[in-house]
């Protein structure tokens, strides 16, 4: 018997042994990866599995405090969206610029676009300076007020104000604009006072005038239009220089125009050529037509499109109808 009880004995320890053994190597990984190894990925259990509808009772709201106001009351009291402004006309108003360097005031006719008064918006400004012979209002009589009211509306261009001098035929122009009307117009008027959101053209004569302030001042004006261009004489060998040094980050984006049968066309062919040389980018355009108002008429709207093309609409709010915006 007692041989039996020694083999019963034996076999029973070799069970226990068994179970007490280390599992296998995927086993052990897995319990490696329960106990906090590496935390495997939880996959949400799908509503619809779910055997029943479970609700949370939610608990009691402490009573408001002094420091602590209502939910309901803290996300209703923003101010309300200003009701947008519904003008489609802007106004043309005069100034009389008072010019340290020229010893008599510079006459401009502005343009501010639609709501301008009914805004705290700021706005890009465009210079256009008339042509020989006439004065600042031939732009008006071109229709640049009535053609940027069109293109406002139809979202085409973004509000911008357009800036009209008087130019006496006075070459101390340069440097009365940029010392004496950029900055007035800046301080009186809400404008984006950098190069990027200021454009100068001009026809003919204004033409040259926009070419010399667009190269002589690049850090000004970040778009430069020219229309029938009559170059200064004598100003040629300073637009040479001054385009041969354009610094590569204040290269301006030019656009000049000319009708094939202008006299004065060899400026622009001549202004092409240089731009060219210098491997400039520019658009120019010779189109059917004269040096004449009809000309540059039948293209405003062109001419807008070029100066505002960059231009975007800069947030803007409308305040209390009572208390307008002054200029």
Not at 31 to 45: E, F, N, S, Y
Not at 136 to 158: C, H, K, M
Not at 162 to 173: A, Y
């Amino acid at each position: 018997m007692l041989p039996l009880r020694l083999a019963a004995l034996f076999l029973l320890a070799l069970a226990l042994a068994a179970c007490s053994a280390d599992p296998a190597p995927a086993s052990r990984a897995g319990i490696a990866q329960a106990a906090g190894d590496a935390l495997p990925v939880r996959t949400p259990v799908p509503t619809w599995t779910l055997p029943f509808q479970w609700t949370a009772t939610p608990s009691a709201m402490p009573p408001p405090t002094s420091t602590q106001r209502p939910v309901a009351e803290a996300l209703f009291t923003a101010t309300p969206t200003p009701v947008p402004c519904a003008e489609t006309q802007g106004a043309v108003i005069t100034a009389s610029v008072p010019s340290d360097v020229l010893n008599y005031p510079i006459d401009a006719q502005i343009y501010l676009p639609p709501c301008y008064t009914r805004s705290s918006q700021r706005y890009p400004v465009l210079y256009l300076i008339h042509g020989l012979g006439f004065t600042n209002d031939q732009w008006v009589r071109l229709g640049a007020p009535t053609s940027a009211d069109a293109l406002i509306a139809s979202g085409e261009v973004a509000p911008l104000i357009i800036v009209m001098p008087s130019d006496r035929r006075d070459e101390r122009l340069d440097p009365a604009l940029v010392k004496d009307l950029l900055p007035y117009v800046d301080a009186n008027y809400r404008t984006l006072a950098d190069r990027e959101h200021r454009a100068i053209g001009g026809l003919s004569r204004g033409a040259g005038w926009s070419v010399h302030f667009g190269l002589r001042y690049p850090g000004l004006f970040g778009r430069v239009g020219a229309h029938s261009l009559a170059i200064f004489f004598g100003d040629e060998r300073n637009l040479l220089q001054w385009t041969r040094h354009l610094p590569p980050g204040q290269m301006p984006a030019f656009y000049f125009d000319v009708g094939d049968g202008d006299r004065q066309i060899q400026s622009s062919i001549w202004f092409d050529q240089v731009l060219t040389w210098f491997k400039i980018e520019h658009t120019y355009l010779r189109q059917p037509g004269g040096h004449s108002e009809k000309y540059w008429s039948a293209h405003v709207g062109d001419y807008l499109r070029f100066y505002a093309a960059d231009w975007r609409f800069a947030p803007a709010s409308a305040p209390d109808p009572a208390e307008p915006f002054a200029p």
